[in-house]
């Protein structure tokens, strides 16, 4: 009476083992470059968020801007989705405040800060800013003069503050302090006078920004895994060596064009190339180097530009299709007024064809008949 209800249960426990999935059976694959699952675990999760319109550009797989395919969007996602998992992060959270700054991948100060608060060893990070008054601060400036280094002395009064991060660490309830920062630092270590600075417009943001960075370096390395953030890359100043070749900031030359300010009566102490601030008892030095370039560029000019007179000229041969052409790249006033030249010929032209007699009536008046 037993043995079919033993029969019974063993089938349908085979039947049950039958149908289970193969997944099931197997281990479980995580993503990394371990193994050939892991790997292609990674590239699979990659491929889906780089066809997301809510990750950063450089990890989608269309460029919209450019109206053309990322090569390089699935390799940042798999690198971003590796970094996420070496910090024990979310991979969108990463993606949201990786920046990539001349090659140089870079946290946000805002991310350094939440790692710190998260990452469970820390009590929420705290800053102390003190004012400590306003000073004249000395600082140097590095410059190239005829291919050598020359180096100036300059002073600026600052209202100087000083800031700290600290917080306490769980385990041993100690107090743990960053290194102090203050506003005299930036200024003599560069940042404070860069173009487009934000230290002269929000100097108690970027001081906690600087301090939290200095923070987290210290005392918790793996979180920021040797990266630096991206006020602090934006902050270095690259000295340029005029040996064999020299180096330059590919953001500073994109820039250059609308940082320069004109020089004017108001702006007198502006150096007409550079755009940079001078002292009154400083003198500009003459570079030989910008002569030779203008008198390249002055000998190379072998033809005059086409202008407005050469537009005229067109018209009265009849060339009015050269003469639009030429009128593309002129102002407004004058592509009327060639316009206006335009319209007046071809009225000209029209009003002598309709004055000229025609063929039958020439032929009639000379006496032949010419149907």
Known sequence: MNSPQTNSATLSTLRSQHLAPREAALPAVSLGFGSLQSFELMQRAAKLLSS????????????????????????????????SQRAGADPLMVMQNLYVVEGRPSWSSQWIIAAINGCGRFS?????????????????????????????????KVR????????????????????????????????????????????????????????GRLYAPE????LQTVEEIRDVVIDADFGDGHTVDLESLKAAKDSVPPSSPDNPLADPKTGEIQDAT???????????????????????????????????????????????????????????AIANKQQAQASADGNRPKRHERGQRQGFNLE
């Open 223 to 226: 979180l920021l895994m040797g």
């Open 52 to 83: 997301s319109t809510l990750v950063p550009a450089q990890y989608r797989a269309f460029d919209e801007k450019k109206g053309t395919n990322n090569p390089n969007a699935l390799a940042n996602c798999v690198v971003a989705l590796n970094m």
């Open 282 to 340: 400083t003198p500009v030095p003459d570079d030989p180097d910008d002569k030779a370039l203008r008198q390249i560029e002055q000998s190379g000019r072998q033809k005059p530009a086409i202008g407005f007179e050469d537009a005229i000229a067109a018209i009265e041969s009849g060339d009015f299709d050269i003469a639009r052409d030429i009128a593309r790249s002129l102002p407004d006033r004058q592509k009327k007024a060639i316009e206006s």
């Open 124 to 156: 929420p990070l705290r800053f102390e800013i003190k004012d400590l008054g306003e000073k004249d601060v000395e600082y140097e400036v590095t410059k190239w003069v005829d291919h050598q280094r020359v180096a100036s002395k300059h002073k600026a």
């Open 160 to 215: 100087n503050l000083e800031c700290v991060a600290w917080a306490l660490e769980k385990e041993t309830g100690e107090r743990v302090t960053s290194p102090s920062v203050s506003i005299e630092m930036a200024v003599k270590e560069g940042w404070y006078g860069k173009s487009g600075s934000k230290w002269q417009t929000m100097p108690e943001v970027m001081l906690r920004y600087r301090t939290a960075s200095f923070f």
